[in-house]
């Protein structure tokens, strides 16, 4: 089953699968939702001298693409930092694939990293906006530039990430995906990014990824 390894949460009445892969599903509006993919940045930092794979761009693709061929979405939406840097080589590794699925309309809230023009991210096939509003949601990439909206904020940027303590008195720390009262949170889809650890207050949801699967922890935050 396609959502077997995912959680099935409801927000607002709507039906949101938060999966395994650090992206999210929306049942009723056949869309997957990701953020902070980040392509390019294998290139970008190999550019400034520093030794990265170049499997971390070819990986996150893969991902991407699996997705697609598993869920069928009729949209896919960015949620910011689509790509790292300027344009590389790595790009084209997204115009390929993007042109496999001519038919699906994919759509980029603009984050702090998407520096290239607006006009060369559309020629990508890629509709370009500041915030994208479908009731009852409204997504961006930085929850923080905008707090007057009436709709539930979903963002990205961040990174988010939670602390556990074992047994042990071990702290692991997990991407995670974290819902509000008024605004949530998804993880970085990207392999080679940072994290920033979240600190929820009680009564919110968190949803932490961990062996491929995502798991509700919302009442065992380990406290500071």
Request: with cysteine; hydrophobic share 35%.
């Amino acid at each position: 089953m396609k959502f077997k390894k995912a959680q099935k949460f409801t927000l607002k009445n709507q039906t949101l699968y938060l999966l395994p892969q650090k992206a999210v599903f929306w049942d009723e509006q056949r869309m997957l939702i990701v953020s902070d993919v980040h392509l390019g940045k294998s290139g970008h930092f190999s550019k400034h001298g520093i030794a990265v794979p170049k499997t971390v761009n070819q990986s996150n693709i893969g991902r991407l693409d699996k997705l697609v061929q598993s869920l069928n979405p009729q949209q896919i939406l960015f949620l910011g930092d689509l790509f790292h840097s300027q344009h590389n080589d790595e790009f084209g590794h997204f115009i390929e694939w993007r042109n496999q699925y001519a038919s699906i309309e994919m759509i980029l809230t603009l984050g702090n990293h998407d520096i290239l023009k607006r006009f060369e991210l559309e020629r990508m096939g890629l509709n370009c906006v500041n915030r994208y509003s479908s009731r009852p949601f409204i997504f961006r990439h930085d929850e923080s530039n905008n707090k007057d909206s009436k709709f539930y904020s979903i963002s990205g940027h961040v990174h988010p990430t939670v602390k556990l303590r074992s047994k042990g008195r071990q702290n692991l720390y997990l991407p995670c995906f974290y819902f509000g009262k008024h605004d949530g949170l998804i993880p970085a889809f990207g392999t080679f990014t940072g994290n920033y650890r979240i600190k929820p207050a009680q009564n919110d949801s968190v949803y932490a990824v961990v062996e491929n699967k995502v798991i509700d922890i919302s009442s065992i935050i380990s406290p500071d």
